[in-house]
């Protein structure tokens, strides 16, 4: 049996300052949101002549006006995005923008993906993004609620920002963008932290009923134990499917993946380290649970 | 109890096999297939083009007004009640009215049979809400008159966007509506929506009106650019003739001139006032305005009664193909604006579906490996439960002839990944019970029914991620949340009747076999 209890505060110590840097980098560096949560244009290009590289790309771009252009590889040497934030949709500015590329490095290119969001739009998505994930955290604490007690509750969610909290600190450390996907990789990192923290829950309670005279600080590691191998197994197939679209499912879903990865990672360690201890610490006991067995 | 009715594993392996062959069908093309169903392919994966559009009410909410202003003049002169300082300001109409009529005045606009005031049966509610201020009368657009006004003119917009989508000849285009102001225009397969937009951007308002030279006439007069924008012209705001008089216009070469023009034929009443207007006009200019700019304003000669005539404005042929095309389809009744445009080109749609093939074939891979070398034969049992939950999934989608986007595929192979918890979770639970329990049969039951409640208090609360999801998102987004909802279904089946039969019959034929699991 492995002793994770003896480990609790050193770990909430380490998560604590964690969550901390990660709000840190929130508030003063904060998110690098895509043309999907700020508006603009996103265009993702094509070469087939090897003469164009990156900064062909960023002088013919920056000779067109429009704002700041921000040029990058996407996934190989022949696509590039292109990304800027130019406010009013014109119908033809694509049009145009195409036509002055071909002006300045000849026709050997072709937009494989165009997306323009106006900033009407962009507000909205970022709007109903906030409420989609403030929403499912609201629901997992009332689904906990009910089918546990508010200590329960309670654990799972500090679990749930926890792993939210650090997994957005990433991307803003890393600068990597946050788009629509990210949004249901956050939503799907809820559901899955929700889900082993629940697995390791519900055999608390189990033990809790069983056992009168363990103490619960004991008693949360018998039961993280208990479940160990089943977190292991659960977290190495999610990981290997998801590291499978990482590597192989090709540029988009990288961002996605990415952020579902370190939320598999963090909902794992979390459902040990964050929820139980809440449970340790409000000295959750058998009366506890018969109370809402009666 | 570990033993099943013959009934329960006919029913099982049916359901699999109805599945089975309904996911299959997405990559066969039988000819004699009863289901002809497949999944539809979102436009990241088949390449195509999302346009949203916001239908600008602002024109047509100031043309109510000013109608409005008019009727009100009217019906209160009609009734010989005094009124001053009839005005339109910020969106209201004010004037004001003496002491003595104010209360009669008031129920012009309050009664519910008002003739100036239309009431809103459906909406309890008036077009317009009134407020008096001591003499003065203040008319504004009540919300319900507003989500009227939005109402009917995305009605109409939406019925005109079809008809020019639909003169383009696109494949298979999903027009429908997205609030009470927008329109959703999804085209499968255009890589260059260029053409739409710019036949989508145009409101083609149509007007046949005088060039006049006096600015006293007596329907006002106004300013045009011409197209070319170097020059303009007085106008008279009487309208001869509008677009809605048309019945067909074509785009043709003139011979004469080797000019392309737009050729029209006018419908009954029309060719009858274009008659009359070009009789008493002869020798002057005629305007043709579209969308505020003239096209061109060419004298009248003769007397046009034939209900044909041409529009000459230096086209080329495409730009005279696009007009005619626009004046065929008629007007929109309000200017439309691209809010949001997300284009993906089909050989980016096709790399996307490789890419999501790949990673779920070396994603299911790594995932059976992994169960078979941790558990054996149950792993092998896990296995083809995965693989025919995979199935399941795919023919509900099928069935459902649901959309398949990128974060999709994603979703299904995330169901790959943690489709296996919930066996992973009784198999755990069967080797503590096998520690206690010599009776395998005994030991296998608990741990199924044990493990239950942790497998669906998991799988809810993933549900209800997906759940919040496929109401909140948008485009691909939802189809994440559909894979991923139905991926739950799919396990939860697969788990409680496919694996549970295979372990069954596996437990029973080794009842006495030491370490089982």
Redesign the interface.
Known sequence: MINFNKFYKLFNLISAILVILSIIFLLFKGLNFGVDFKGGTIIELRVSDKQINISTLRKSFNDMNLGDVNVKKFGNERDFLIMFEKKDIKPDNIETIKKNLTLSIGNSFNFRRVENVGPKVSSELLKSGIIAIVLSLAAMLFYIWIRFEWQFSLGAILALFHDVIITLGFFSLLGLEINLSIVAAVLTIVGYSMNDTVVIFDRVRENLRKFSDIKIFELTNISINETLSRTIITSTTTLLALVSIYLFGGEILKGFSLAMILGVVFGTYSSIYIANPVLVFFGVSQKTILKEDK | MLYFSKLRITIVTLTTLLFVTIASSNFFKPESYFLDKKINLGL?LQGGSYL?L?IDNGPIETLKLQNTTTIIRNYLKDKNILFTDLRILDKSILFNINDDNIEKVELFFTDKESQINPYYIQYKSHQFDLSILGNQFKLEFSKYGLVEIKNSSQDQAIEIVRRRVDEVGTNEPNILKRGNDRILVELPGLDDP?RI??L??KTANLTFRFVTQNDNDTFGVEELSFENEENSALVSKRIILSGDNLLDAQPQMNNQTNETVVSFTLDRVGAKRFGKATRSGVGKQLAIVLDGKIVSAPVIRDAIISGNGQISGNFTFQSATDLSLLLRSGALPAPL?????????P??GQ??IN??V???T??FL??II??FF?YKIFGLIANITLLLNLFLLIGILTLFEATLT??G??GI??T???A??AN??IF?RIK?ECRYEKNNIIAFDTGYI?SK??II??????????I??FF??????KG??VT?AVGIFTTLFSVYFIARLLTGLYVVKNKEKVNLI
Do not use: C, H, Q, Y
């Open positions: 990241d949203l916001e260029m937009k710019s989508l951007g604006n691209i809010i949001e445009e997300r284009t993906v080109g050989d980016l790399d996307s890419a999501g790949i990673a779920l070396i994603g790594l995932v992994f169960m941790k990128l974060p595929i994603a192979i995330l790959v990944g943690m296996v918890d992973v979770l755990e503590e044990k409640t942790a208090d998991a799988n809810i609360t993933t549900l209800i991620a997906a919040i999801l909140m998102g948008s485009g691909p987004v994440f949340s991923l």
